[in-house]
């Protein structure tokens, strides 16, 4: 019997269509390995190719090198092909005596994560994601600080069927001038929760999810990391910080290490069990206004892009899911065939 | 200067990025066309092979054929993949104490829109396509008569970028137990926009597009369809009744018909001068009790999947569109390469 399941934070159904459902091994990609070489001399992202980018606004590099030289191992710099522009006007002006817009005034940079041509999160070095994460922070404070925007969304698009035809590795961010309507809902929405219980939505699916014990993937000191009961597509999985925090800028940078070390380790089961699937990752975290509220909780999205959203989609905004979120767990649980963390 | 445009409708903004974007024929796509045969022995849906699905619900065919049998042109079937099953309980069940879910019930059918295996709602005869869209409405109404479900949504996938890999011509339709999350906050926001305005915001909206001209694709009697001022991807389509209806099951057989040639024209357009893209189309319409409102009005989407959706809008909810509305409006407006219905 197929099953309708409702998410508790946003409120959205989803189908979780068990007569067409899939079992975990089935969804593992068939195609062989992405094949590249460790530098692409065309790569306006590999080392040498510097002056290709706008001027860096970040960067971990070793000794006194100078900035935008070629001896970095982070690099973050302005995205060429930018959706928002860093300057314009704030006012929102009213088009057709109708409609509303303003200037696309925002902030779009680009994470070079790695010299390395062909590595990605789940095959790079602990030490290498830390600093990746870092670099995040450091980025995502920089810009709450600059004070003019509304919040940051960081996100890393891993392939075609991810939306990224760039091969080097690199998350991107972006800066709005606006509260995105989306995140005011869910915003809403866990306020109202807050309203009613008197405590965190997220804080309170930690504790069931714990409790429950089929859903967890993994759990280390400060992180926890499951696949949501009304997951939206195969293998969706919510990483959150078990202490409650708002704000994704907030966490020490212990925390940010461990984060980017927790991150890895699952991106690298879904590599080696899925056969490095598309995805994306998201980091949701809460506008700069609302760093403090006790009714949001900052968290790490991830989700493979196994299957394409059709037109009851869009028409409905219920996701039809193949995979069974417990199986799903299960899977990405188990490390090298033995069971481990949560059991099974 | 790149741009946020906000929605009247969602209240969603999308970013057009003017520093990426595409002039309108950057779009075609240059991949050879989809050739396929008049007939494949090994489709479901092809005649001959009615026993592969399960038993029709309902058929156009000629004379005193009896059901099942091959001598139809149109025939809608249980979907044999069924996202959700007919019978179950209506009842939500709460689980862990804290989640809430209930059965999968509900109807989801495949209409099988001709005898040919090759040819698509852009270059069927408008015969053909009348009768798709009046087997939509006959099942509509069928399942608003059986009154167990609270909507159906009714929706196209053309192409593996829209999500599917059959190629015979078929759509799908698939009633929900539930109204769903997203369709009451469009519900809700209408409403919102009725009591500060006293009208509805689609008929508002279709006054301001006639009016202002540059989003206009075309007019006839009965319809209206332009390019919606906040388009989420390039040549997003909107198709309006213009007369004030919610319901689209309240359309009349004449309506209907209309509806169908405008459908097909503009996909006929989209064909030609993008060379047969991907995409789906999807009737939005007011669920069941709601089909009386003087607040919501049904309309057509149709999303072309010339872009993938990426990380960024999974965070932020924006959509970042890299075609300007007014001018994928004008490409899909000319015919012949004269520019025809409103003035360029």
Chains 1, 2 share one sequence.
Not at 40 to 56: I, K, S, Y
Not at 183 to 210: K, N, P, Q, W
Request: with cysteine; net charge neutral.
């Amino acid at each position: 019997m197929p099953e309708l399941r409702q998410s508790r934070v946003t409120k959205d159904w989803v189908i979780v269509a068990t007569d067409r459902a899939k079992r975990p091994h089935e969804f593992r990609l068939q195609r062989s390995k992405r094949e590249l070489p460790p530098h692409d001399p065309a790569c306006p992202f590999c080392p040498g190719n510097e002056g290709n980018t706008p001027p860096e606004t970040f960067a971990y590099r070793d000794g006194l090198a100078a900035a935008n030289s070629s001896s970095w191992r982070i690099r973050v710099v302005p995205n060429k092909f930018r959706a928002l522009a860093p300057s314009g006007s704030f006012d929102r002006q009213s088009v057709n005596g109708f409609y509303r817009r303003m200037d696309g005034v925002g902030i779009h940079e680009v994470v070079v994560e790695s010299p390395l041509h062909n590595v990605s999160i789940g095959t790079m070095p602990g030490s290498q994601v830390e600093e990746v994460f870092l670099a995040y922070r450091e980025r995502y404070n920089a810009i709450w600080k600059d004070g003019r925007f509304s919040t940051v969304i960081i996100f890393r698009n891993h392939g075609v069927a991810a939306g990224t035809s760039l091969e080097h590795p690199h998350s991107q961010l972006i800066a709005t001038p606006i509260v995105p309507t989306h995140i005011r809902r869910l915003l809403d929405e866990a306020m109202r929760y807050f309203d009613d219980h008197g405590s965190c939505v997220f804080c309170d699916t930690l504790a069931v999810e714990r409790r429950t014990v089929e859903r967890v993937i993994l759990e280390t000191e400060n992180f926890f990391v499951y696949a949501p009961y009304a997951s939206q597509s195969p293998f969706e999985t919510s990483i959150v910080p078990k202490k409650h925090n708002a704000c994704f800028g907030s966490a020490s940078e212990l925390e940010t290490r461990e984060l980017a070390n927790v991150v890895r380790l699952v991106l690298k089961r879904m590599n080696e069990k899925l056969n490095d699937p598309d995805y994306n990752y998201v980091i949701h975290t809460a506008p700069f206004k609302d760093a403090n509220e006790d009714y949001y909780h900052w968290s790490i999205q991830i989700l493979p892009r196994l299957t394409t959203q059709a037109g009851f989609e869009l028409g409905s905004g219920i996701s039809i899911t193949t995979a069974v979120p417990e199986e799903s767990a299960k899977f990405l649980r188990e490390e090298n065939g033995k069971t481990q963390g949560a059991s099974a």
